[in-house]
């Protein structure tokens, strides 16, 4: 009996289903912690060089791909084997991803004009005022919990001179990112920082189908990491 073409296709496809997928890692520009090379896309930085040395001793194959943040966050909820990093743990996205890490910590800090003359000391201070931030960023979303009245851009690398425009008051940063911003904006001396308001803990976040082995594994490899000193070596390379 002849087997019709659409059998012998059904069971082609079937034949060629992968053995192992590979793990998709994506991310963000997020100097130190995550550096885009501008011309040829390629990912370095602190928390890359931990989770590339994770993703060695784990013998996974995997692609790391940086894209604007809130396509990267979206696509670790959604899509299998995918993860992103470097995504600080809040209790908002608790439910939303498997969590390896913490690979950084990371200060959250509140910057101003140098010509200002407003001096706020606290979060409380800042109440009367618009922040700056930027979309699907937890800094953000911090500030939207709490009701403070925000001005959100669609990087952080925008905020800088949107400030110095008058656009809103103060700028929320994470302390390392928002001095390498104003550094390669040529803005160090416009701009300064005023108070440190938060730390959090910036980990691997992966979608909730990712085997619970696999996580479990994954946060063991990267303690022994700690243990042998390999993440302090990476760590002074960005000092």
């Known amino acids: 009996?002849?087997?019709?073409?659409?059998?012998?296709?059904?069971?082609?496809?079937?034949?060629?289903?992968?053995?192992?997928?590979?793990?998709?890692?994506?991310?963000?520009?997020?100097?130190?912690?995550?550096?885009?090379?501008?011309?040829t896309g390629e990912v370095t930085g602190l928390s890359t060089e931990k989770v590339q040395e994770l993703m060695r001793r784990a013998g996974e194959k995997y692609s790391i791909t940086a894209y604007p943040w809130a396509r990267s966050i979206q696509m670790a909820q959604n899509n299998p084997e995918t993860c992103v990093f470097s995504t600080s743990r809040t209790p908002g996205r608790e439910q939303l991803y498997k969590w390896v890490g913490p690979l950084v910590k990371n200060n959250w800090v509140i910057f101003a004009r140098a010509d200002?003359?407003?001096?706020p000391?606290?979060?409380?201070?800042?109440?009367?005022?618009?922040?700056?931030?930027?979309?699907?960023?937890?800094?953000?979303?911090?500030?939207?919990?709490?009701?403070?009245?925000?001005?959100?851009?669609?990087t952080d690398a925008d905020?800088?001179?949107?400030?110095?425009?008058?656009?809103?008051?103060?700028?929320?940063?994470?302390?390392?990112?928002?001095?390498?911003?104003?550094?390669?904006?040529?803005?160090?001396?416009?701009?300064?920082?005023?108070?440190?308001?938060?730390?959090?803990?910036?980990?691997?976040?992966?979608?909730?189908?990712?085997?619970?082995?696999?996580?479990?594994?994954?946060n063991q490899i990267l303690k022994e990491m700690d243990k042998d000193g390999t993440n302090a070596a990476i760590e002074k390379r960005y000092k």
Not at 10 to 38: C, G, K, M, R
Not at 132 to 143: C, H, L, P
Request: contains cysteine; neutral net charge.
């Open 116 to 119: 200002d003359t407003r001096h």
């Open 121 to 154: 000391k606290t979060l409380e201070d800042l109440r009367v005022y618009v922040i700056g931030s930027y979309r699907n960023d937890a800094i953000a979303e911090y500030f939207s919990l709490k009701g403070f009245n925000t001005e959100l851009a669609s």
């Open 159 to 218: 905020n800088p001179r949107k400030m110095l425009a008058g656009r809103f008051d103060f700028w929320a940063s994470g302390e390392l990112l928002g001095w390498e911003i104003l550094k390669q904006q040529g803005l160090s001396k416009m701009i300064v920082q005023l108070f440190t308001f938060n730390q959090t803990e910036m980990y691997l976040a992966c979608n909730t189908t990712m085997s619970q082995a696999k996580i479990d594994r994954w």
């Open 1 to 39: 009996m002849r087997i019709p073409r659409l059998c012998v296709f059904v069971l082609s496809t079937v034949l060629i289903s992968p053995v192992h997928a590979q793990e998709i890692l994506v991310t963000e520009d997020y100097p130190p912690f995550n550096i885009v090379n501008p011309k």
